[in-house]
């Protein structure tokens, strides 16, 4: 397991500890059910899609739609991404960066607005950031602290956990909507709308609990 607590370039406003270090990883929920969906040319928070046949599953198992979220402005996300196929093995294989691995303040690679180092096609960005990270299109994958690979009936599962830390950051009592998706290579630290997703499209919506 990567253990990344030290800096390793200049310090960035938007690499302060946004969080703290979560307990531990949620367990495996049950796939989401659908087709999956790619993305097309739109503007910045208008992405359009449409279906294809997905290598990659991604599920959100905490918060579920019409959640409350924790209490206070205090809640986690917990993802899963599982392979549907050899094409899905390969695609969150070691060699293309997916690795078990905490990704912890004061490291270099935590921070809004950056992809995850140790699932590097990882897209997520919620609708309440304030301006101070990076707004609604920010890539909040590189908050995430917790990453773990596993392989059930042969196919590769990917877990990824993130715990706020700065209570009410994104908001108390207040409706949220959640987007995450898988794209090849790197994700962008900015969500444009022109990204092409290797997995269905989440949107999800609940409520930060106040």
């Known amino acids: 397991m990567h253990y990344k607590d030290h800096i390793t370039g200049p310090s960035s406003a938007m690499r302060r500890p946004w969080v703290r270090a979560a307990a531990g990883l949620a367990a495996a929920g049950a796939l989401l059910a659908g087709g999956a969906t790619a993305a097309v040319a739109a503007p910045a928070g208008h992405t359009q899609y449409h279906r294809h046949s997905p290598a990659i599953k991604l599920v959100v198992t905490n918060p579920r739609p019409g ?11 917990d993802l899963i991404a599982q392979a549907q196929n050899a094409r899905g093995n390969n695609l969150l294989s070691a060699s293309n960066g997916y690795r078990p691995g905490l990704n912890l303040p004061p490291a270099a690679t935590f921070g809004p607005g950056q992809p995850d180092p140790d699932a590097p096609g990882l897209v997520v960005t919620l609708s309440t950031t304030p301006q101070a990270a990076g707004g609604p299109n920010a890539n909040l994958a590189g908050v995430f602290q917790l990453n773990s690979v596993s392989s059930h009936n042969g196919l590769t599962r990917v877990i990824n956990d993130w715990e706020v830390g700065v209570p009410g950051f994104f908001g108390t ?38």
């Open 67 to 77: 959640d409350i979220a924790g209490a206070g402005g205090d809640f986690t996300v």
């Open 173 to 210: 009592n207040t409706r949220a909507t959640l987007t995450a998706f898988l794209v090849r290579g790197t994700a962008p630290g900015m969500v444009t709308g022109h990204e092409r997703p290797i997995s269905n499209v989440i949107h999800e919506r609940f409520t930060i609990g106040g």
